[in-house]
T-cell receptor, first 117, second 112 residues
Framework: DAGVTQSPTHLIKTRGQQVTLRCSPK?????VSWYQQALGQGPQFIFQ???????QRGNFPDRFSGHQFPNYSSELNVNALLLGDSALYLC????????????????FGPGTRLTVL | AQKVTQAQTEISVVEKEDVTLDCVYE???????LFWYKQPPSGELVFLIR??????QNEISGRYSWNFQKSTSSFNFTITASQVVDSAVYFC?????????FGKGTRLSVIA
């Protein structure tokens, strides 16, 4: 049973560029959440996708956008990169049960480490 | 507002010692979940436990145990007889709705 996978593992970009990160959820999961983890900090929620729509969003600017595909995989796009965007980006998948339990356990991927120079 | 505080930034213990990681949370909701995750150097967050706000029973899983006290808004994590493999960053997290709110983490180093 494949867990959450993310690509690429590492990425180096320069200020002003755009980046796309990818995530494949755990088999059977339909919901994907993205988190940003700066060095020495806990992960911070960026947004969550369910049924190909953004369901919830954290306190991140519009430069951060996403997409979910019919196979439940997801992309995180960041435009006009800033030095402060350097971080580990974590993808988490979960399953929204028929009961709509919002507290389902989230399984995390290994992350993509983005460095902005 | 939701907030999770892990006051211990770094802890260093000698192998076989017991160690407790503290977690204090703030929430106005009566229904919420608390979590602990382990993050080894590889970066992947590993789920350890989920506890809902209505269940204050302490839980033990092998060398791990958790003490949930609503009266003090704390959800502390104890590792008994620590091992080198326990070395990692441990995060406490709170969920009122699906997005998790994490603390800043506690880096645990277990020395052989």
């Amino acid at each position: 049973d494949a867990g959450v996978t993310q690509s690429p593992t590492h990425l180096i970009k320069t200020r002003g560029q755009q980046v796309t990160l990818r995530c494949s959820p755990k088999s059977g999961h339909d919901t994907v959440s993205w988190y940003q983890q700066a060095l020495g900090q806990g992960p911070q929620f960026i947004f969550q996708y369910y049924e190909e729509e953004e369901r919830q969003r954290g306190n991140f600017p519009d430069r951060f956008s996403g997409h979910q595909f019919p196979n439940y995989s997801s992309e995180l796009n960041v435009n006009a990169l800033l030095l402060g965007d350097s971080a580990l980006y974590l993808c988490a998948s979960s399953l929204v049960s028929l009961a709509g339990d919002p507290y389902n356990e989230q399984f995390f991927g290994p992350g993509t480490r983005l460095t902005v120079l | 507002a939701q907030k999770v505080t892990q006051a211990q930034t770094e802890i260093s213990v000698v192998e076989k010692e017991d160690v407790t990681l503290d977690c204090v949370y703030e929430t106005r909701d009566t229904t919420y979940y608390l979590f602990w995750y382990k993050q080894p150097p590889s970066g992947e967050l590993v789920f350890l436990i989920r506890r809902n706000s209505f269940d204050e029973q302490n839980e033990i899983s092998g060398r791990y145990s958790w003490n949930f006290q609503k009266s003090t808004s704390s959800f502390n994590f104890t590792i008994t007889a620590s091992q080198v493999v326990d070395s990692a960053v441990y995060f406490c997290a709170l969920s009122e709705t699906t997005p998790l709110v994490f603390g800043k983490g506690t880096r645990l180093s277990v020395i052989a």
